[in-house]
């Protein structure tokens, strides 16, 4: 229905919305923006794609008044303007939904909504304005969140709705998004893209940062790649393909579909039987589920994030307790008691890369050689006598594994926090990799992680499975599923749905057994309710 | 026990109630803005310090109580440039606080008066005296009332209501103003407040600084009201009280009053051990009821009374993210 309104059909005489002459920026020695121009017309939506680091989020503050740009100009609507802080790019019209929402959990929708843009020092006229100003866009852009609803008791999805009304309750006509759908499902996505470009037919101007090839290509009118500083190229997206976009993010040619050969699988290695937890709030997470992965192939658990798969990496990992039975080639493995825990696991043969690698794969403080070891670290490698431990072996151990996994920069000293996402994840990956395990559990392989790195990261996994080991990857993208699993378990509610094989099947069919909806028969009916129930859970007006 | 005892508990647990509430409040303004300040303490020390020795010196309690708020002023102003300016951690400069208020005053005190660390007695015009609010003598004669009226409503010196009329008061900033719900935010988000294009800087030394004005109060209080004089360590560990009290009163202005008049009651009832024995019909040694308002301390600050959550960006300095 808006796919109508490009900027192709305006007269060249409008001034864009936002254009940008020259802007360079650098960080001591590190030149995160370097001689950037771009011009964005008004009534568009215009990606900005390019890998982690690539200075998107730079070019973006120095946009919202948080960093000062060393050179270069910036107008708006023709008019050149200075933006020293974040109150001028609000005076501006320039709104901002960061990537991580700048909100007071424990204040309702309207205080935060309201916050410093009170109309007066009494706060009673001005929450009664924006409660007036809430309704009127929950109805013109499905924009429905309850205002007195708590932010921390919304969903993630609702969270950022808070933050685009805040934008609008400013008055924004420039609304630019940081990696808008990082924590979004599918369906929260697809909501919010209908959002975008309802604001878009409105006139708003819309600038979305991300690094997703497919959201650039499905919502975007115009997109700009940025590497290492500099913007590349700026094509308009119905002339280009995802694969040109990638290209020119990277540098280089990348597939962007995995390459592998069919998978030849082995006797079963990993059988769960009727598996059962209840978590701490006495609610049941894993509602009986019965899986089997075999050595060769990867068993991949599609799912909407929280709806039990990171239970069940917890109890296959050892580090959450529950009912059933776990075999490891055919070995019975404890689920309670002191033999349930990360150690026996991996004396078991499983091995762990962790959902969230910041809390459970690696110590963010702590060097790349200390968390290259930990759960190996009583190794006998790696012991210098019964007391001490070999450092020196430990850290050139920790060097070649380094080399062999790409981490960047290959400095053992280093400490986590300082290596990119994807070299995190390539040092966690490294670790429990090469201690050669039975069944590798893996947790959103390539969260937060930039393109190059998926490439390799997925490669590595490819190559466990050709030697013969089982695989069990739990990942929220869809895409990343289809590609890399030889058989898809689909899990809702604690339960698995059904299996696919991805030759089989489509991201439509798999969609609703997400949503709960197993009924395959009746596709066409069932995908709108399916799509609803994910959208809805609980909150609106 | 009778009415009029109790009558007579109750009056001075609102009497020493009173200091309590001040830091209390004070504190509950500086935590609110993601402050964390254990230096209430030592200003309330400082100014009961220097409201007393001003105070004694001027012979003008007005000026004094100026001195006082002047002298935690700028012991907050430290803090702030200790904890918000140059990020440092605040429980150590809220402890540097604390020291530096201890000893100096006692230092000064001697070098000023020169007799041992505390300033002379305070005569009447260079006190808060008590002051008899009206219609006493009209309502004497109405039953229980005029008894409640005179000795607990009345009689109290100017500060005491002063610091009753600060617990609506700073409930109507917090919660219904536009300076309350930015120094809300500030405290539970300050990334919220920046975005906002509010500045953080500015709006924690606001804070910083109504916090010092309260425990100059607090400590003018000790040492023109409650007392006639200073004396070494007189603020005897009030503000430690006061910050146990606030998070009983999980930061909010009216559980802090019920929560500083808690405490002002057990300290209340170390002054009466006589009553107490009457009504428990047990012998309760009197380092026992000293002590009770400080064991209280403890049993809160080790989480025994419920969930109490704390402003979320706490003690943690504010550095604007990329």
Sequence with gaps: MSDGNEQGGRPDTVAPAIELRGISKAFGPVQANKDIAIRVMPGTIHGIIGENGAGKSTLMSILYGFYKADRGEIFISGKKTEIPDSQAAIAAGIGMVFQHFKLVENFSVLENVVLGAEDGARLKPSLAKARLLLTDLAKEYELNVKPDALIEDLSVGYQQRVEILKALYRKADILILDEPTGVLTPSEADHLFRILKGLRDEGKTIILITHKLREIMDVTDTVSVMRRGEMTATVKTAETSPEELAELMVGRKVLLRVDKKPATPYASVLEVENLRVVDENGVERLKGIDLQVRGGEILGIAGVAGNG????????????????NIRVNGNEI?????????????????AHVPEDRHREGLILDFFAWENMIFGYHQAPEYQKSRWFMDNNAIKQATAEKMERFDVRPPITG???????????????????IERDPELLLVGQPTRGVDIGAIEFIHQQIVALRDKG??????????????SLADRIAVMFDGQIMGERLPSETDERELGMLMAGITDTGRADTASSTGAQRVDNPGIGV | MDFLTLLQILDT??????PLLFACLAGLYSERAGIFDIGLEGKMLAAAFFSAAIASVSGSVWIGLLAGIGASL???IVHGLASITFRGNQLISGVAINFLASGLTVLIAQDWFQQGGRTPSLGSEARFNEIELPFVDAFANIPWFGLIYSELISGHSILVYVALLAVPLTWYILFRTRFGLRLRAVGENPAAVDTAGISVIWLRYLAVAICGILCGLAGAYLATSLQAGFVREMSSGRGFIALAALIFAKWRPWYALFSCLLFGFFQALSFRPD?????TQVEIPGQLLDALPYILTV????????????????????????
């Design chain 2, 275 to 279: 009553v107490v024995k009457a009504v």
């Design chain 1, 309 to 324: 798969q990171s239970e069940l990496l917890h109890v296959l990992g050892g580090y959450m307790n529950g009912t059933g």
């Design chain 2, 74 to 76: 700028a012991l907050s």
């Design chain 2, 13 to 18: 647990t609102v009497r020493l109630a009173t």
């Design chain 1, 334 to 350: 404890d689920l309670t008691g002191k033999h349930s825990d990360g150690q026996s696991r991996r004396e078991r043969g499983i």
């Design chain 1, 414 to 432: 280093l400490t986590a926090k300082n290596f990119s996402g994807g070299n995190q994840q390539k040092i966690v990956l490294a670790r429990e």
């Design chain 2, 299 to 322: 049993v809160i600050l080790a989480g025994f009374v419920g969930k109490a959550i704390p402003p979320r960006a706490g003690g943690e300095p504010y550095v604007k993210e990329r």
């Design chain 1, 469 to 482: 080991k089982a695989i069990l990857l739990v990942s929220v993208e869809l895409d990343e599923i289809m």
